[in-house]
């Protein structure tokens, strides 16, 4: 039963509702302008965390110098590459170079090797992926790079697997920063244990590998409809390893801060978009590193690195869009690498 008491609140309420909406007929803009008017406030406020970040990924971007020697800006290796899968470790390599490696090295499989050389002249070519001393030949190498981008066209034959899994651990244990996609997450989902607590790990899955790794690691279905707390949860449990969830906004954590890149793209889905930020970030992880943060305004730096790479992905994606629409390739995307990193970072 109501009471009095309710009954008169409820016409009190009904009372200032109808007396609100008489005032604002009369005297304000109608309603859908007054939430058209937050909706853009609420915007300019993303537009502005957007721009705040991204002069974040300015900060460490190292400058042009003639004083420096080959390789100061970067050793990439890339760890990937079969008889099946050849265009990924090129597009990967390729980007690394594009955005500003001096050097980059791709480690595959014998049979792929001829393929990626082939592809362009720029890239060292390791064919050493698929021999019984594929860990050991790697490791001789490490020492002179500064991050490795472990995945791209990796496949999962199990000895190809098992070899990444003793290169990851060669990895871990001289402090190298290692950027993990494709076949690389189908790997971690299976042995979790392999990047627990590595906080020099940066995981980029798109939304089937992520469904994939939160139920390795959390034992249970993703909630689709709290995307933040899931990338949080996961990251968590990881031990704050930085998370990179691709999707229409790519969504960034690392267990403690969670970034949003809504980077105007396109809607064209080519294979190969996954490689581009792979191997930019790659490059972006050595800068941000070795910038500290410092220059992150205590921001970590690997999630910085992450947005860098996240934003450019989706700026060279627009700009090829607007050049070749519906028939779009990756390749036509690298080509835009370097003049939407100037837009981004350098105007």
Known sequence: MVTRAEAGAAVAGAAVVALLSAALALY????DAVLERAFSLYKAHSIKDMENTLQLVRNIIPPLSSTKHKGQDGRIGIVGGCQEYTGAPYFAAISALKVGADLSHVF?????????????PELIVHPVLDSPGAVHEVEKWLPRLHALVVGPGLGRDDALLKNVKGILEASKARDIP?????DGLWLVAQQPALI??????VLTPNHMEFSRLYDAVLRGPVDS???HGSLLRLSQ??????????GERDILSDGQ?????????????CGGQGDLLSGSLGVLVHWALLAGPEKTNGSSPLLVAA???CSLTRQCNHQAFQKHGRSTTTSDMIAEVGTAFSKLFET
């Open 28 to 31: 304000g803009p109608p309603l």
């Open 108 to 120: 595959c499989a014998s049979t792929a090797a001829p393929v990626i050389k082939a592809y362009s």
């Open 178 to 182: 290692v950027v993990i996609d494709a």
């Open 196 to 201: 627990q607590g590595y906080r020099k790990a």
């Open 225 to 227: 409809d709290d995307r």
């Open 237 to 246: 449990a990881l031990g704050n390893v930085t998370v990179v969830q691709k």
């Open 257 to 269: 801060q969670v970034l949003v890149c809504s980077q105007e793209g396109s809607s064209r889905r």
């Open 307 to 309: 947005f860098g790479a």
